[in-house]
């Protein structure tokens, strides 16, 4: 099966059933590290849910990165924190836990892109999750929540 296909199908149910297995196979082995680069080229995609199922697997990669692959596509990661879907956001912001525990040296790119976060564009009804969200992102490193 193709993979990057899967992550992509029309029917949302069964490409998250897939985003989940692969997230658990990513928890496991560093058997899809291989495919970091095609989960990075879903940030592309049209669709927030496939760009939001890129990202997570991107950062599900972070304790086999050997290579710095997170680092070298880091900028273009966190351009994901400024989607216009509140629950993408917030996705996001709970698989960049995974980087935080295992890329330390990654922690202030995402600093950086958190203090400069827009939340006014988003419901009043989201705002608070979004903040509460980057708030347990920041107690994993240290930092108390500024917002």
Not at 28 to 42: P, R
Not at 60 to 84: F, G, P, Y
Not at 98 to 114: A, F, H, M, N, T
């Amino acid at each position: 099966m193709n993979i990057v296909a899967g992550l992509q199908n029309k029917n949302n149910t069964e490409a998250y059933q897939l985003l989940l297995l692969l997230e658990k196979e990513s928890a496991e082995s560093d058997a899809l590290y291989g495919n970091f680069e095609d989960f990075v080229g879903l940030l592309k995609n049209k669709s927030s849910f496939v760009r939001t199922r890129g990202f997570r697997l991107a950062c599900a990669q972070a304790r086999w990165d050997v290579e710095d692959k997170l680092a070298a596509n880091m900028e273009m990661l966190l351009d994901m924190l400024d989607d216009e879907k509140p629950t993408a956001v917030r996705q996001c912001l709970e698989a960049l836990q995974g980087v935080v525990r295992y890329k330390p040296q990654l922690v202030g790119d995402i600093e950086k892109r958190l203090d400069t976060m827009d939340l006014k564009k988003y419901k009043d009804s989201m705002r608070p999750l979004i903040v509460a969200d980057m708030a347990a992102l920041r107690e994993m490193y240290g930092k108390e929540s500024v917002t």
